[in-house]
């Protein structure tokens, strides 16, 4: 099946910083991904829609500002946190639909805890 | 904000027994999919069932799908210890945007 990656697999920041995490796809284009946050013992929360060539939607409640996203090519989004606070430390997972069978290829996940 | 709701949270079963878990949803779906995640790591697609399809297997797990009560259960046969993990059902919307539900804690003793 089609396979999504994630980088960095895990990191640990100061607070205040910025940290940007990237969301592959390796064999196929996406023009969609999508940014979920997973709390620990919680369901997944979708963030936002990356879009190549446009720009991010965003849920309800998701500061665009804090959160930026960059859909830089068709295999590529990433997710930048800015000043993150420990309350942003989470479970960070895209996903990229592959149209043809409407199944969604999920990356393994960034752990980001903010110190 | 989260589609439904999922049950039971938790289940412990013993191995070579059966496992249901129930999800619930709100709005009109394309398709409604299930998922597995181990501890602390990425999602594992289990099975997808679109909207107008009512039942589906792949290999031990039964996947049923009832519209009119906005409702989808997902049957795990003879479980293994291998087994034991959180499930989580999610529906699809035309777009492909997932609503996840808040999963059922699978484990399966040995």
């Known amino acids: 099946g089609a396979v999504v990656s994630q980088h960095p697999s895990w990191v640990i920041c100061k607070s205040g910083t910025s940290v940007k995490i990237e969301c592959r796809s390796l064999?196929?284009?996406?023009?969609?991904m999508f940014w979920y946050r997973q709390f620990p013992k919680q369901s997944l929360m979708l963030m936002a829609t990356?879009?190549?060539?446009?720009?991010?939607?965003?849920e309800q409640g998701v500061e665009k500002d804090k959160f930026l996203i960059n859909h830089a090519s068709l295999t590529l989004s990433t997710l930048t946190v800015t000043s993150a606070h420990p309350e942003d430390s989470s479970f960070y997972i895209c996903?990229?639909?592959?149209?043809?069978?409407?199944?969604?290829?999920f990356g393994p996940g960034t752990r980001l805890t903010v110190t | 904000s989260q589609q439904g709701e999922e049950d039971p949270q938790a289940l412990s079963i013993q191995e070579g027994e059966n496992a249901t878990m129930n999800c619930s949803y709100k709005t009109s779906i394309n398709n409604l999919q299930w998922y597995r995640q181990n501890s602390g790591r990425g999602l594992v697609h289990l099975i997808l069932i679109r909207s107008n399809e009512r039942e589906k297997h792949s290999g031990r797990l039964r996947v049923t799908l009832d519209t009119s009560k906005k409702s989808s259960s997902l049957l795990i046969t003879a479980s293994r210890a291998a087994d034991t993990a959180s499930y989580f059902c999610a529906t699809a919307d035309s777009w492909g945007k997932l609503q996840f539900g808040a999963g059922t804690q699978v484990v399966v003793t040995p």
């Open positions: 996903s990229a639909p592959f149209w043809l069978d409407y199944e969604q290829y």
């Open positions: 064999d196929f284009q996406a023009t969609t």
């Open positions: 990356s879009n190549e060539g446009s720009k991010a939607t965003y």
